[in-house]
């Protein structure tokens, strides 16, 4: 029989190379391939990722339909194989349409891959354990955009993207092996088709709250290669291996975070965690206008760090709350166009940055971020939601 901690591992283990498909690629591969241009670069993200975002939703759907005859765990599998081909079309081609369309192919997979991971929680984990799995998720999300920041920072200023490509793909195959492993097949029978397309009481302030967040956030982490070549002065293919290592650093500081909080994120109320993140965030944002070189995007990062793993985690505990199981998938995937469209939206300040400089950007940035408090001061968040083959 599988124990907690086992089971902690296996529906979180996934974020790991998801981490590498969607930050990892985006923030460095991607600026190296299409040659430091911000307006290119935010333009073609933003076309990737929005509409990766608008097909969550409908893979969702089809998982959750077809859930009892064809298992969640294959449906990882299945979506996989076009993420993967897309990696190495990205990394192996020269052409810059090809290097968009193996973008824009690994980012709809990979969407489809998570559309079917973020209902491990709700379908196993029950109520009372949702806010340590959401931190072990956060802890699994930035620990791999931590490792993918490490390699793919080091790898890209070597030129050797195929090697950064097969670095991806092992760590996808390995953690598909691990869910496999730990993770049981839902055995219940699948709920019958809603009639009603009304979404669950607290779902749609959650959604708008995580995109204005993750809209700032987003902003600077995609842009940071650009950022860290005009602070040192230095041209962005030689920023990738300094971004590389911030970033890094920025993420193992939030999957520390996350792990600290998930000590008492069952204990207190959701929304004071996502409250306080965003505050700190926005601080951080604001910390990173000063030209303070290489340290201040450091310090303002840390706070950002901060933010996010305690936004984050509240965030995703109050999602898996209001969330039904047999619905999970459909109701995850809506959830995740704050995600997606924040991370979408996030490539429209290239051309601003390329227009009037990275300030005004900033300051876009921490406006967003500070106001996803906005959404989630008034309405009721929680709704307990008993999850199916649950421990």
């Known amino acids: 029989m599988i124990g907690r901690g086992g089971l902690l591992l296996g529906v979180s283990v996934l974020w790991v190379p998801l981490a590498f498909l969607f930050d990892g690629v985006t923030v460095l591969l991607l600026p190296v391939r299409l040659g430091g241009d911000a307006t290119a670069l935010g333009l073609v993200s933003l076309v990737g990722l ?83 799995a959401s931190a072990a998720k956060a802890a699994f999300d930035v620990g791999g955009a931590f490792v993918a920041f490490l390699v793919l920072g080091l790898l890209p200023a070597s030129g050797d993207l195929a090697m950064a490509a097969l670095s991806v793909t092992i760590v996808l195959a390995a953690a598909i092996a691990v869910v496999f492993a730990l993770v049981p097949r839902v055995t219940r029978e699948a709920a019958p088709p809603r009639r009603s397309l009304a979404l669950p009481p607290g779902l749609a302030p959650l959604v708008a709250a995580r995109f204005l967040f993750l ?72 910390a990173l206008v000063p030209a303070a070189g290489l340290t201040g995007v450091v310090v303002g990062g840390l706070l950002m760090s901060l933010g996010t793993a305690a936004f984050m985690t509240g965030n995703w505990a109050a999602t898996t709350d209001v969330v039904p199981a047999a619905e999970a998938g459909r109701l995850m995937g809506i959830a995740n166009l704050g995600t997606g469209l924040a991370a979408a939206a996030a490539g429209a300040l290239g051309p601003l940055i390329d227009a009037a400089g990275f300030v005004p950007a900033l300051l876009v940035a921490a406006i967003g971020s500070a106001a996803a408090v906005l959404p989630i001061i008034g309405p009721r968040l929680e709704r307990r939601a008993a999850p199916e083959n649950a421990t």
């Open 215 to 286: 809209f700032g956030t987003y902003a600077v982490g995609r842009f940071l290669v650009l950022l860290v070549a005009e602070r040192l002065d230095i041209p962005a293919d030689r920023a990738v291996d300094e971004a590389g290592g911030v970033l890094a650093v920025l993420t193992m500081a939030t999957a520390a975070g996350a792990i600290a909080i998930g000590r008492f994120a069952d204990r207190r109320p959701r929304r004071d965690l996502m409250v306080s993140g965003a505050v700190v965030a926005a601080i951080g944002i604001v």
């Open 50 to 132: 929005g509409l990766a975002a608008g097909l969550q939703p409908v893979a969702g759907w089809l998982s959750d339909r077809h859930r009892e005859r064809i298992d969640r765990r294959l449906f990882i599998v299945v979506a996989a194989v076009p993420s993967t081909l897309g990696l190495w079309v990205l990394a192996g081609t020269t052409g810059f349409a090809a290097a968009i369309a193996g973008y824009v192919v690994l980012q709809l997979s990979a969407t489809a891959m998570q559309a079917s991971q973020q209902t491990l929680i709700p379908e196993h984990v029950n109520e009372s354990g949702r806010g340590r």
